[in-house]
């Protein structure tokens, strides 16, 4: 897990469930750009410890990413206490029609 946040209650930031590094450095400038901090998580073991320091606006999670079960995330997020109130944005190819509709089904 690679961490850019700062820690401070009060400032917005926005947690990624990704290990793409071409979208995380996406991710990174538009957050930066955004004045929010950004904290990478790669997969399901690191997220289903993870512990913010408070809850984030933001989960982006990259649906198509083979080394998380996208159904297991959504439900991690979603009962978690403290990220289970955020925003999920997931994203993933357009041709992953079943998975977009079992995903949309788990909230």
Same mark, same amino acid.
């Given at each position: 897990?690679?961490?850019?946040?700062?820690?401070?209650?009060?400032?917005?930031?926005?947690?990624?469930?990704?290990? &793409?590094?071409?979208?995380?450095? *996406?991710?990174?400038?538009?957050?930066?750009?955004?004045?929010? &901090?950004?904290?990478?998580?790669?997969?399901?073991?690191?997220?289903?410890?993870?512990?913010?320091?408070?809850?984030?606006?933001?989960?982006?999670?990259?649906?198509?990413? *083979?080394?998380?079960?996208?159904?297991?995330?959504?439900?991690?997020?979603?009962?978690? &206490? *403290?990220?289970?109130?955020?925003?999920?944005?997931?994203?993933?190819?357009?041709?992953? *029609?079943?998975?977009?509709?079992?995903?949309? &089904?788990?909230?």
């Amino acid at each position: 897990m690679s961490s850019e946040a700062s820690g401070n209650q009060s400032h917005k930031y926005v947690v990624a469930v990704l290990d &793409d590094m071409f979208f995380a450095s *996406k991710i990174r400038e538009a957050a930066r750009a955004s004045g929010v &901090d950004v904290e990478f998580i790669k997969g399901e073991f690191a997220l289903s410890g993870f512990n913010p320091p408070a809850p984030p606006s933001l989960v982006i999670v990259d649906l198509a990413n *083979k080394n998380i079960a996208p159904l297991d995330i959504i439900g991690l997020i979603k009962s978690s &206490d *403290k990220m289970g109130k955020a925003r999920v944005i997931g994203y993933l190819p357009h041709v992953a *029609k079943e998975l977009a509709a079992r995903v949309l &089904d788990a909230g």
